[in-house]
C-alpha cells in the first residue's frame, strides 16, 4: 500500500487517483491540506525522491505567486524550505505518492506505471 497524498479539487490529482484505481493500486488517501506534510516528512520524501527540495513546490498555485517565491527560493536552505512548505498544503505540489523505498511528486503515468505496476 502507498500514501496518496492530494487536493482532491485538483485536476490532476482527480486524473491521479482514477489511473491508481484503474490500477488496482491499494492506497490510503491524505488530503494536503487537511493533514499537510511536516518539515520532517517533507524531508524525508525529499530524500527519497531523488528530487530538489525545490520540486516539492507548487509553481502553479496562486499562493507560490503571491508570496513570490520564485525568485525567494534561490537563497533560501532545504531546510528553510521544508519549513515554509509546511506551514500550508497548497504551497505543496501534487499529487504525491509515498512508498516505502520512492516517493513520486506531480502526476506522470509512465512514471507511475514503472513504480507502481510491477
Given at each position: 500500500?502507498?500514501?496518496?497524498v492530494e487536493y482532491?479539487?485538483?485536476s490532476t490529482c482527480i486524473r491521479a487517483k482514477k489511473w491508481l484505481e484503474e490500477h488496482h493500486v491499494i492506497f490510503e488517501n491524505r488530503?494536503?491540506?487537511d493533514e499537510h506534510p511536516?518539515?520532517?516528512e517533507l524531508k524525508e520524501w525529499q530524500s527519497r525522491s531523488g528530487l530538489p527540495a525545490k520540486k516539492f513546490f507548487n509553481t502553479s498555485g496562486r499562493l507560490y505567486k503571491e508570496m513570490n517565491l520564485k525568485e525567494k527560493l534561490t537563497s533560501?536552505?532545504?531546510a528553510q524550505m521544508f519549513e515554509l512548505l509546511a506551514t500550508n498544503g497548497?504551497?505543496?505540489k501534487?499529487?504525491?505518492i509515498v512508498a516505502d523505498d520512492f516517493v513520486l511528486v506531480g502526476f506522470?503515468?509512465?512514471q507511475w506505471e514503472e513504480k507502481l505496476c510491477i
Open positions: 500500500m502507498v500514501l496518496f482532491p479539487k485538483c488530503h494536503i491540506v511536516t518539515a520532517q533560501m536552505s532545504d497548497m504551497l505543496v501534487r499529487p504525491i506522470k503515468a509512465e
